[in-house]
């Protein structure tokens, strides 16, 4: 196994990149040492026998899913839903535009 961390800076500043985030020196630095701590743990579980462990597939064996009926009700008016909206216009919610024309 080699000494270097698999999560060097260079590596973290990369990812940081990607993921357009603005990290400091000691936030980078502190991250690395926190993944690295993770995947030491990972290589942990490698040395494990699990020669004699069943695969499970799901962690409680028998579970059924249980759904409620569908049982449809009266929903809000117009009036009701609009109540408490801040800015509305003819009836509708309005929202700000989003898209240029």
Same mark, same amino acid.
């Given at each position: 196994?080699?000494?270097?961390?698999?999560?060097?800076?260079?590596?973290?500043?990369?990812?940081?990149?990607?993921?357009?985030?603005?990290?400091?020196?000691?936030? *980078?630095? *502190?991250?690395?040492k926190?993944?690295?701590?993770?995947?030491?743990?990972?290589?942990?579980? /490698?040395? =494990?026998?699990?020669?004699?462990?069943?695969?499970?597939? %799901?962690?409680?064996?028998? =579970?059924?899913?249980?759904?409620?009926?569908? $049982?449809?009700?009266?929903?809000?008016?117009? /009036? $009701?839903? =609009?109540?408490?909206?801040? %800015?509305?216009? /003819?009836?509708y919610?309005?929202?700000?535009?989003?898209?240029?024309?």
């Amino acid at each position: 196994m080699s000494e270097e961390p698999e999560f060097s800076n260079e590596t973290i500043e990369y990812v940081s990149k990607l993921a357009l985030l603005d990290l400091s020196e000691e936030e *980078k630095e *502190k991250l690395s040492k926190q993944l690295n701590n993770i995947l030491s743990y990972f290589k942990k579980l /490698e040395d =494990l026998d699990t020669v004699d462990v069943e695969p499970t597939r %799901h962690p409680i064996e028998g =579970l059924n899913n249980v759904f409620r009926e569908d $049982e449809p009700w009266e929903g809000l008016t117009q /009036e $009701e839903a =609009l109540k408490n909206a801040e %800015h509305k216009k /003819e009836g509708y919610f309005k929202a700000p535009r989003i898209l240029k024309d």
